[in-house]
């Protein structure tokens, strides 16, 4: 069974960084079309956070990140990460790796184009 895997969460102050990483057990990213990282908080919905296409040549961003995170893709080595940077109290809340396993739309940012998840990796920015 195909399972993605988040790590690098963590408790950390406002202004600091964390690097989180996303790699596949059983399937080869070279496999999947865009991948992305979602963030749920506290009693909120599921958002869009980053993603990045196939070839890693094309990335796109939540607008409050921007300038902030950075995300990249290596398909040799099968894994995904996402550098956050400057980290404010808002970016609290469960980081979830995606996967597309088929072509959806362009630059999407649905959660429905993505079929596989993982478990998620908790990130707390304190202020």
């Known amino acids: 069974q195909v399972q993605l895997v988040e790590s690098g969460g963590g408790l950390v102050q406002a202004g600091d960084s964390l690097r989180l990483s996303c790699t596949a057990n059983?399937?080869?990213?070279?496999?999947?079309?865009?991948m992305a990282w979602f963030r749920q908080a506290p009693g909120e919905e599921r958002e869009f956070v980053a993603a990045i296409g196939y070839t890693g040549g094309t990335t796109w961003f939540k607008d409050s990140v921007k300038g902030r995170f950075i995300i990249t893709r290596d398909n040799r080595k099968s894994i995904m990460a996402l550098q956050m940077n400057s980290l404010l109290p808002e970016d609290t809340g469960v980081y979830y790796c995606?996967?597309?396993?088929?072509?959806?739309?362009?630059?999407?940012?649905?959660?429905?184009?993505?079929?596989?998840w993982g478990q998620g990796t908790q990130v707390t920015v304190s202020s």
């Open positions: 059983g399937r080869t990213f070279d496999t999947y079309y865009d």
């Open positions: 995606a996967a597309a396993t088929t072509l959806g739309q362009f630059e999407t940012t649905r959660a429905a184009d993505f079929g596989s």
